[in-house]
């Protein structure tokens, strides 16, 4: 990992768990409306952002490398 990831939340899709900003809380946040967002549009890549978008109940998180756009996750299939 280490790579800088673009992080992108569907709010549309977001229900608001806060499983993404327990697990990474340095990179989501919920906001007044309980739908989580991204702290900054790109991150470094990490266990703890993974895990946050793997956990996401309703996959609402899409992780993408910065430099080339290829999916981190959901992975392509």
Not at 45 to 74: K, W, Y
Request: proline letters at 8%.
């Amino acid at each position: 990992m280490g790579d800088q990831w673009e992080l992108e939340v569907d709010r549309g899709l977001c229900v608001g768990s806060g499983l993404c900003a327990h697990t990474a809380p340095e990179v989501f946040r919920l906001d007044a409306t309980r739908r989580s967002r991204p702290v900054r549009p790109r991150a470094t890549g990490s266990e703890a952002v993974l895990a946050a978008a793997e956990g996401c109940p309703v996959e609402a998180i899409t992780l993408r490398l910065s430099d080339t756009g290829e999916a981190v996750f959901p992975p392509e299939e």
